[in-house]
């Protein structure tokens, strides 16, 4: 187990985009919305201020729906890196676990949420 005091880092498959957290996520969600079950993600939620990204080359993004949120991805690997919330005030941003040593992913309990239909977890 990592040491709680320790930062956890999440990066791309070139490297070119880092993201240095607090702490292993305990707890990670599985979307099956129409872009999450297409982008293969996993995602672990931080407050914003808890979080550093690197960014060695610009990510590209998209937004969709209601466009609240910029799903980045690395723009040499093409990774999804992680979500980060377009207005100000909005406190957490989502990163995609898979990014982690899949060790931590493993260890984190993984919450399936139905965006698809009912918007719940289940
Ligand atoms: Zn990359």
Redesign the pocket.
């Known amino acids: 187990m990592p040491n709680a005091a320790e930062d956890v880092l999440a990066?791309?498959?070139?490297?070119?985009?880092s993201i240095r957290l607090p702490k292993a996520p305990a707890e990670i969600t599985h979307c099956n919305c129409s872009l999450c079950r297409r982008y293969g993600v996993l995602w672990a939620y931080y407050a914003i201020a808890e979080v550093m990204i690197e960014t060695k080359?610009p990510t590209d993004t998209y937004a969709w729906g209601g466009k609240n949120v910029d799903f980045h991805r690395?723009?040499?690997?093409?990774?999804v890196?992680h979500w980060y919330p377009r207005k100000a005030g909005r406190e957490n941003l989502g990163i995609n676990a898979r990014l982690l040593d899949p060790k931590l992913l493993a260890a984190a309990n993984v919450r399936y949420k139905d965006s698809a239909d009912t918007g719940l977890f289940h």
């Open positions: 990066t791309c498959h070139c490297g070119a985009v080359i690395c723009s040499g690997c093409g990774c890196t």
